[in-house]
């Protein structure tokens, strides 16, 4: 079964050190993987995205198809950066985004 | 300039009354989704509509029915309510169903069932 792992439910971290949200996912085909981020009071909207290979925000994101991670990164976190952030793939075209439980993002100053 | 708008955003029913929960799009898009996200747990589609074409995912209950009049509205509709349907209703739409396509998200329906 197709399934998004995102191992921590919450992150805290102080403003400039490095963010790793981590995902792991279970699917034996090629996915095409996303990361959606819902700030407080707002939709969930997408972040990036495997097929981009862009960096949005300063977060960058590589799929490591042996490890069958998608872990996302930034070097230096900002609080404006604090929001959940969801892990979800797309198994083929016309089927549903199948989404991880989230991970809550806090950075503090 | 809202592109995917969601009515209303606190909705209260009673249990085993039907509700009916509305999305609309100015995005144009082919492609409208519902999904149901209960607290602490990631949001699951319940099913989607490929222009007039209704895509029902298979877990998801008879309880839940979907109808589209025109490529702007779509309508989520619960049939008889149970404490365990009380959660947030998501609408997203995409402009086409390939692969990498970005969905849009409302900014969704909380749904209280007493």
């Known amino acids: 079964a197709q399934r998004v792992t995102q191992p921590e439910k919450l992150l805290s971290v102080f403003k400039g050190a490095p963010v790793e949200l981590k995902c792991n996912y279970s699917?034996?085909?090629?996915?095409?993987l996303f990361w959606y981020v819902q700030y407080s009071r707002q939709r969930l909207q997408l972040l990036l995205r495997?097929?981009s290979r862009e960096s949005i925000k300063g977060f960058t994101a590589d799929l490591n198809k042996g490890e069958t991670s998608f872990h996302l990164k930034k070097p230096f976190a900002q609080e404006e950066d604090s929001a959940m952030y969801y892990c979800?793939?797309?198994?083929?075209?016309?089927?549903?985004?199948?989404f991880g439980k989230g991970t809550t993002l806090s950075v503090s100053s | 300039d809202a592109m995917v708008i969601q009515n209303p955003r606190y909705q209260v029913t009673q249990f085993g009354k039907p509700v009916t929960l509305s999305c609309s799009q100015t995005l144009n898009h082919n492609v409208m989704y519902w999904y149901q996200q209960k607290s602490s747990q990631a949001p699951k589609l319940l099913f989607h509509y490929y222009d007039k074409d209704f895509n029902n995912e298979a877990d998801t209950p008879d309880n839940f029915q979907s109808r589209r009049p025109n490529t702007s509205f779509c309508f989520l509709d619960i049939r008889s309510p149970g404490l365990g349907d009380a959660a947030m209703y998501l609408c997203?739409?995409?402009?086409?169903?390939?692969?990498?396509?970005?969905?849009?998200f409302g900014p969704g329906t909380r749904l209280l069932v007493l």
């Open positions: 699917y034996s085909g090629s996915p095409e």
């Open positions: 997203a739409t995409s402009r086409d169903r390939d692969l990498g396509e970005t969905q849009y």
């Open positions: 495997h097929i």
């Open positions: 979800a793939l797309i198994r083929q075209a016309g089927t549903a985004l199948i």
